[in-house]
């Protein structure tokens, strides 16, 4: 089992930055991809950023591209998303979440979920 705890999530102004943390404990969960999704109210999840265990390959959404890094610490076991240039449209709960194949980014898939952290952009 991977347990992944977010957190960071605030009420920001738009234009305004933002940097999500998610830690992760358990077995192996250092060799995993890991990635965020996002959902917004009444909106499916959509994954927005990842990164390979190895951490040498990373994906956007188009929606983020270029406003969000993703990054990893895997002697701390933690992955972050950094958010600059908010929009209103950003407004969701943000998931953390861990694939076991290692080298994965674009595919990542959830098989390990956090609780979410709630980031509201105020416009």
């Known amino acids: 089992q991977v347990q992944l705890v977010e957190s960071g999530g605030v009420l920001v102004q738009s234009g305004g930055s933002l940097r999500l943390s998610c830690a992760a404990s358990?077995?192996?969960?250092?060799?995993?991809?890991m990635g965020w999704f996002r959902q917004a109210p009444g909106k499916e999840r959509e994954y927005v950023a990842g990164?390979?265990?190895?951490?040498?390959?990373?994906y956007y959404s188009d929606s983020v591209k270029g406003r969000f890094t993703i990054s990893s610490d895997n002697a701390k076991n933690a992955v972050y998303l950094e958010m600059i240039s908010l929009k209103s449209e950003d407004t969701a709960v943000y998931y953390c979440?861990?694939?076991?194949?290692?080298?994965?980014?674009?595919?990542?898939?959830?098989?390990?979920w956090g609780q979410g952290t709630q980031v509201t952009v105020s416009s």
């Open positions: 358990g077995r192996t969960s250092s060799t995993y991809a």
């Open positions: 979440a861990a694939d076991p194949r290692t080298f994965v980014a674009a595919t990542l898939r959830g098989t390990y």
């Open positions: 990164i390979s265990g190895a951490g040498g390959r990373t």
